[in-house]
């Protein structure tokens, strides 16, 4: 084990605690989320949904009706949710709503399932035949049938793909575009839902309404993601204007534009970034800023990890950019004590590097990597340690080595800061890394409305 210390001169730590922010806009947004929910059930209940029903049949079609309406909608909140809102992801934060994000996306798809199971066996019993030949009959003579079956493939593949284990192995480039068809499936849901559902035959103000909430996310959609992002591009008219390769296979791009302060972005967040190249126009990364912005240039580093990340240092300064953002509650706004604890893990020190510079705190900076020379911005940050008196530490070696099983254990946290349990916790790095360390911050005594966490991926 190696560990190396920059340690300035710092000032009495100070002990007053900021009031926890409330996330009115998060409550907001599931509570009319849910009130919307309570009345597609309402719809189901005045249809018949439970009145109606007199036998086993009518019962399983009923659940499956139920299931349907609710599936459906959980599609939509599914769109909704990384639609770009500004004040639902600044009041969740990305990490936050992509969980809801894979959460909502599994519930979805098991009431969409249960659905196509229970309808196809309550119309079997209604209609006294087999059950092959009642789904020759539904895919034959209902309308969108085939459009709705082709839809649910989609959704059981895109979830398929979204399990840790299916993800790990899958470039990002086809990870995305399978994702884009996410659309198309919940177009294919609509198509099939308006002529054929009992609810929306009978009722033409329910299917309006139905339609219209279909058009809403569509249009939230186009706004967030299209039009804004356009709108943004043509007012700040960002341009690559260097690249420089910070280590092996590690590049800096640092982009100037027209008042980028009217940005709103701050040290710790992300935006997403589209390089108008021939290969890359279509695709969108998310990246951090690595520096505190101003009104000029912002600066992002990035490790080859993909195949678009192990292109990125062939990118040339005049490069157009088009950005999606800013994005991320990792920032100096939810820190709630003036003493702070940044710990990065790999490249995660790209938000942690610029929250060390903008934080008006008491900071200690721990850095873990496995070899000296996975150090990035070490010239930086022990500029940053000697000017702004932060305590930067590096921890470095490889854990699995015989005399380096306690590299950040609860003991080892402890040993470096010993007052770890008065201080707010930023952590940042890779996923498996950022788990491990915040459940051994937690044993050090630290509550977790304390810890501020930051994992690299998606």
């Known amino acids: 084990m190696s560990v190396l210390r920059v340690i300035a001169e710092r000032p009495g730590a100070a002990t007053s605690v900021r009031p926890p922010r409330r996330h009115i806009f998060a409550w907001l947004f599931w509570g009319i989320a849910t009130l919307i929910g309570l009345a597609i059930t309402w719809l189901w209940l005045v249809d018949g949904g439970i009145s109606s029903i007199n036998s086993i049949a009518a019962a399983l079609t009923s659940i499956g009706r139920i299931t349907g309406l609710i599936g459906a909608y959980l599609l939509l909140i599914q769109v909704i949710l990384l639609s770009r809102l500004p004040w639902i992801e600044r009041a969740a934060g990305f990490d936050r709503l992509t969980r809801w994000h894979r959460l909502n996306g599994k519930i979805a798809l098991g009431l969409v399932l249960a659905h196509v199971v229970f309808i196809t066996i309550g119309y079997t019993l209604a209609d006294r035949i087999s059950l092959g030949a009642e789904i020759s009959t539904l895919l034959a003579l209902y309308p969108g049938m085939v459009a709705a079956t082709v839809g649910t493939a989609i959704m059981i593949l895109i979830v398929g793909m979204s399990l840790v284990i299916v993800r790990r192995h899958l470039r990002y480039e086809f990870w995305y575009v399978v994702h884009l068809t996410a659309y198309l499936a919940i177009g294919l849901a609509w198509i099939h839902q308006i002529p054929t559902g009992n609810e929306f035959i009978t009722n033409k103000t329910a299917a309006t309404w139905w339609t219209a909430l279909y058009l809403a996310t569509l249009a939230l959609l186009v706004l967030f993601r299209i039009v804004r992002p356009s709108l943004t591009a043509y007012r700040h008219r960002l341009r690559v204007v260097a690249v420089t390769e910070e280590a092996t296979g590690i590049v800096s791009i640092r982009m100037a534009g027209n008042n980028l302060d009217r940005l709103g972005a701050r040290a710790g967040q992300f935006f997403l970034w589209r390089f108008l190249t021939r290969n890359s126009w279509w695709e969108a990364h998310p990246f951090s800023l690595s520096a505190v912005p101003d ?34 509650a990792f920032t100096d706004d939810t820190r709630r004590r003036d003493r702070v604890l940044l710990i990065a893990g790999g490249i995660g020190i790209t938000p942690i590097r610029a929250l060390a510079e903008e934080m008006p705190a008491d900071i200690v900076l721990i850095y873990r990597a496995m070899h000296e020379e996975d150090l990035v911005f070490r010239q930086e940050l022990e500029h940053l340690a000697k000017t702004r008196r932060i305590d930067l530490r590096y921890v ?5 080595v015989a005399g380096n099983e306690d590299l950040l254990s609860p003991h080892h946290l402890r040993q470096l800061v010993p007052d770890i349990a008065d201080r707010d916790i930023f952590l940042c790095g890779p996923p498996v890394m950022v788990s491990l360390i915040e459940t051994n911050v937690r044993r050090t005594g630290v509550p977790a409305k304390q810890i501020h966490v930051e994992k690299f991926a998606l």
């Open 295 to 328: 009104s000029r240039e912002l600066r992002i580093t990035v490790k080859g990890s993909g195949d678009f990340s192990r292109r990125i240092g062939e990118i040339e300064p005049g490069t157009g950019v088009i950005v999606e953002g800013p994005f991320g």
């Open 396 to 400: 470095v070696g490889d854990h699995r």
